[in-house]
Nanobody, 118 residues
Framework: VQLQASGGGLVQSGGSLRLSCAAS????????MGWYRQAPGKQRELVAA???????NYADSVKGRFTISRDNAKNTLYLQMNSLKPEDTANYYC?????????????WGQGTQVTVSS
């Protein structure tokens, strides 16, 4: 299974970006999907997550500004980021969990850099 993240870039404060993460390979059933981010010198943190049923949860710092969604037919995860702030600057990683029999496997994308200038 491979994850290809895209959509990062440089944007001014208040701007918007849309991240995508496409999964490919031997995929049976994708369970949970999520976006994490890691800024220099900080730990990786959960930004937003979405279950197979469409339930979502967000970090308090992004609530009301970011929206996570998924297209199950395309095995693709999205993150719409609005009203971006300099503190949103980080490398963003997608994560998916795949169920295979009685096991669940987690996969990470390579990361896409988001830089918000003030």
């Amino acid at each position: 299974v491979q994850l290809q993240a895209s959509g990062g870039g440089l944007v001014q404060s208040g701007g918007s970006l849309r991240l995508s993460c496409a999964a490919s390979g031997s995929i049976s059933s994708i369970n949970n999907m999520g976006w994490y981010r890691q800024a220099p010198g900080k730990q990786r943190e959960l930004v937003a997550a979405i279950t197979s049923g469409g339930s979502t949860n967000y970090a308090d710092s992004v609530k009301g500004r970011f929206t996570i969604s998924r297209d199950n037919a395309k095995n693709t995860l999205y993150l719409q980021m609005n009203s971006l702030k300099p503190e949103d600057t980080a490398n963003y990683y997608c994560n998916i969990s795949i169920v295979s029999g009685q096991y669940e496997f987690a996969y990470w994308g390579q990361g896409t850099q988001v830089t918000v200038s003030s």
